[in-house]
């Protein structure tokens, strides 16, 4: 319910800023054929002054549908050693981590955003205005948006690739995006993976031309983990 559902907050418009808001939704309503221009502005402005908690909510509701239809995000790690991560993401540690090469990974496509999440105690703002103001404050807005985490997550050191598609939307195929090989690293098996689950994706890595293959250990009397190199 937080991630990626960080929205413009309605509260923090300014009374100069609310009437250059209410006039570019006059504006995109009318375009839209959703009545005329008088009762349009009658009925924004009865909303941002009678019923802001409801007008906050509806905007919230179609920007989260937004967000899903028009944003494309890709979730990796900093780290390889997390035991949360490996009980969470990886099966109880009976999976394996793969780990790419972030430079490749930045350059495979122009119309990518990569970047290292921010974590914070404090719910991000972010003015209406901002969506309408200039390209740059529309960027830095979504940067917020998608990039903004709370501080309990810290530990997964997470980075963000994030793509946008407009005014068309992403279909299933577009969310499924096929590196090369060579943009793996390396790989680490899980240390409560089986011994037919080892065998497997090490034959695997080899076949796809990882040098580094390593199996996670756990570290003596302490609460880590180590790897060895296959």
């Known amino acids: 319910p937080f991630d990626c559902r960080i929205t413009p907050n309605y509260n923090l418009l300014s009374k100069k800023e609310e009437k250059e ?4 939704m006059i504006k995109e309503s009318i375009k839209n054929g959703k009545g005329t221009e008088e009762e349009i502005r009658n009925h924004i402005w009865n909303k941002l002054l009678n019923n802001r908690d409801n007008l906050q909510k509806g905007f919230d509701v179609n ?3 937004s967000q899903d239809k028009h944003y494309g995000i ?7 050693d997390s035991i ?10 009976q999976g394996f981590v793969v780990g790419f090469n972030y430079e490749k990974l930045s350059k495979y496509d122009h119309n990518l955003n990569i970047g290292d999440i921010v974590y914070d105690l404090n719910f991000p703002e972010i003015n209406p205005m901002e969506h309408y103001r200039s390209d740059i404050d529309m960027a830095n807005a979504m940067i917020k948006e998608v990039f903004t985490k709370h501080k309990d997550w810290v530990y997964e050191k997470e980075i963000r690739l994030f793509k946008t598609i407009f005014p068309s939307e992403f279909s299933e195929k577009d969310r499924i995006v096929n590196y090369p090989d060579y943009f793996i690293e390396e790989m680490t098996i899980g240390c409560a993976s089986s011994k037919k689950t080892k065998e497997e ?10 040098n580094k293959i390593y199996l996670a250990k756990k570290t003596p009397f302490k609460f880590g983990l180590d790897r060895i190199l296959v």
């Open 201 to 210: 994706l090490i034959e695997i890595g080899r076949q796809k031309g990882i």
């Open 74 to 80: 890709y979730c990796l790690s900093r780290v390889w």
């Open 63 to 65: 920007r989260y549908k």
């Open 21 to 24: 808001w209410v006039e570019i």
């Open 84 to 93: 949360l991560m490996w009980s969470h993401y990886a099966n109880f540690h």
